[in-house]
């Protein structure tokens, strides 16, 4: 038995392979190995070939730490969300992490409220504290001194909603998103309509609620409906099935429901079917985001490709990190309204609007 043969064998098991190991493997220098590696410098496609298949073969994984001190990069990009437990914001995180994971970098992560001091921390101390690359922020309304703060990390930052525009921002139109829900039920023949969505101090800014009830308000007073009712909701499917009881259970209840997001537009679903009523003979519904639940409840919806929300984000840092030119203002993103056959053309017993109906009718009920 070659004894030899058999040592260099456990030895070769037991041992970490080092770049060394893959460069005479592959039969090249450590720096080509390294070029090959990080996609970055001339290599021909033969010779990263080759480079890549001695890597594998000896299960060599690039340290980190080595390629931080390598590249000056941490391979790290920071990215900062109001709520972890909301769909649109994992959907979001899991196209970022899509695009990010595949050019290998890590994501980490920060999770803000509205408390000011919280914020200050992860502002002015987190951020600055770990080593990142970069940061993607999702739909946070940022004030003056966090923009300042932000960009005083001198990394590129790319913030998805929230428009700023001191930021390289993606943002969909959701004041147009607004309108075309509203739009869409106006064309079916509805004039009594609610909103389930922002209160009316969520509502003076331009966040992303906001902007979706604004559009609500604007397109029914440009059909001439002067009487628009909006149910205050948190945009969780326990607070839209709530909101829609109170307008369901009114004396003069709407006919159709624009949600600010799916998950509201399920909560109203199921309030309606508790209620006895028939989605859309009785009541039409639609939402706002493109949830993945939506088609198991034929919700009609504004779908805003979130994941893809994600995706581009990610792909604007990388971008940004490569040198090119980081943008300022607005990137808008798409949107579209997919019908699934929760909103149709209501009773024509009941198209007339909300003409008569108490101002304080529905608890809550907030008449603009």
Not at 118 to 136: K, T
């Amino acid at each position: 038995m070659d004894r030899g043969g058999l040592s260099r064998g456990i030895l070769n098991r037991e041992t970490v392979a080092g770049i060394d190991d893959v460069a005479r493997a592959a039969g090249v220098s450590t720096a080509t190995v390294s070029r090959a590696l990080s996609g970055r410098g001339p290599v021909s496609t033969a010779t990263r070939d080759r480079v890549l298949a001695a890597a594998d073969r000896l299960g060599y994984v690039v340290s980190a730490a080595a390629s931080s001190l390598a590249t000056g990069r941490a391979r790290a990009v920071g990215v900062v969300v109001p709520f972890l437990d909301r769909w649109f914001f994992s959907t979001v995180l899991a196209g970022i992490s899509d695009a990010l994971v595949r050019e290998g970098y890590d994501i980490t992560l920060y999770s803000v409220s509205a408390d000011p001091t919280e914020r200050r921390r992860v502002f002015d101390d987190h951020l600055r504290r770990r080593r990142i690359d970069a940061v993607i922020t999702v739909a946070l309304e940022l004030d003056a001194e966090e923009s300042t703060s932000l960009r005083g990390l001198d990394v590129p930052i790319v913030a998805i909603a929230g428009p700023n525009p001191l930021l390289t921002t993606l943002t969909v139109d959701d004041l147009a998103v607004g309108r075309a829900a509203t739009e869409h039920l106006l064309e079916l023949g509805h004039c009594r309509l609610a909103h389930i969505g922002a209160d009316a101090a969520t509502a003076a800014g331009s966040t992303v609620p906001g902007l979706r009830r604004r559009g609500f308000l604007e397109q029914l007073a440009a059909a001439g409906i002067a009487d628009a009712v909006v149910e205050p909701a948190d945009f969780t499917i326990e607070g839209g099935s709530a909101a829609a009881t109170r307008l369901l259970t009114a004396e003069h209840r709407p006919t159709a429901l624009f949600a600010a997001s799916d998950e509201m537009a399920i909560g109203a679903i199921l309030a309606a079917r508790e209620l006895g009523l028939r989605v859309p003979d009785d009541v039409s519904i639609i939402g706002v985001d493109g949830h993945e639940l939506g088609r198991w409840f034929s919700l009609t919806t504004i779908d805003q490709f979130a994941r893809g929300q994600g995706a581009r984000a990610a792909e604007a840092v990388l971008a940004a990190l490569d040198g090119a030119e980081p943008g300022r203002g607005l990137g808008t993103l798409p949107f579209e309204v997919v019908d699934r056959g929760s909103t149709a053309a209501p009773d024509p017993r009941v198209r007339r609007p909300f003409e008569g109906t108490p101002a304080a009718s529905v608890t809550g009920r907030s008449r603009e």
